[in-house]
T-cell receptor, first 114, second 112 residues
Framework: ETGVTQTPRHLVMGMTNKKSLKCEQH?????MYWYKQSAKKPLELMFV???????ENNSVPSRFSPECPNSSHLFLHLHTLQPEDSALYLC?????????????FGPGTRLLVL | GNSVTQMEGPVTLSEEAFLTINCTYTATGYPSLFWYVQYPGEGLQLLLKATKADDKGSNKGFEATYRKETTSFHLEKGSVQVSDSAVYFCALSSNNDYKLSFGAGTTVTVRA
């Protein structure tokens, strides 16, 4: 496989469920990102990991819990979500050798919270 | 801080029409500038980029020139196709921060 992959592509969950989103990058990058894309809203950066360390958390509610076990894998653990959390969740990766490196995105997970 | 402003959509065109999507930015230092495209049901794909003033990025018939004097990076295509229907995002990263700042996105629909 090449690029950035995300699973599952679609997910429907109830507000009491626990689920996880997975992202894997095959590009040898050291930084990984979670974004949320909601209808009619700008793209929102949620979390940033650089060399497995979280370097940014943009005031994301604790019902979203990221995990980065190594530079190639990124998870987003979900629990007790709300209907307004329904969105497309995008993962991206980049090589932060200095600055201004291109981010490469996965296809996203379309999440529906009932 | 960094910010990107792009023209609001939606934009609807006929095939073979000329497309322009305006993008202006505010940033410290010398940012890199990007255009990403999102086709229906997919994630974002890099369309083109430019890393310094007067650079022209190009791909798939699209072009954008980094204009420092007007802080702009407008996207153009001379003859659009139905397959160009997508949402287009302008973005920047500044030289002291590897994160991207995105514009709100412009939805383009091309009719046959």
């Amino acid at each position: 496989e090449t690029g950035v992959t995300q699973t599952p592509r679609h997910l429907v969950m109830g507000m009491t469920n626990k689920k996880s989103l997975k992202c894997e990058q095959h590009l040898g990058h050291n930084a990984m990102y979670w974004y949320k894309q909601s209808a009619k809203k700008p793209l929102e950066l949620m979390f940033v990991y650089n060399f497995k360390e979280q370097t940014e958390n943009n005031s994301v509610p604790s019902r979203f819990s990221p995990e980065c076990p190594n530079s190639s894998h990124l998870f987003l653990h979900l629990h007790t979500l709300q209907p307004e959390d329904s969105a497309l969740y995008l993962c991206a990766s980049s090589q932060t050798s200095g600055t201004q490196e291109t981010q490469y995105f996965g296809p996203g997970t379309r999440l529906l919270v009932l | 801080g960094n910010s990107v402003t792009q023209m609001e959509g939606p934009v609807t065109l006929s095939e073979e029409a000329f497309l322009t999507i305006n993008c202006t930015y505010t940033a410290t230092g010398y940012p890199s500038l990007f255009w990403y495209v999102q086709y229906p049901g997919e994630g974002l794909q890099l369309l083109l980029k430019a890393t310094k003033a007067d650079d022209k990025g190009s791909n798939k018939g699209f072009e954008a020139t980094y204009r420092k004097e007007t802080t702009s990076f407008h996207l153009e295509k001379g003859s659009v196709q139905v397959s160009d229907s997508a949402v287009y995002f302008c973005a920047l990263s500044s030289n002291n921060d590897y994160k991207l700042s995105f514009g709100a996105g412009t939805t383009v629909t091309v009719r046959a």
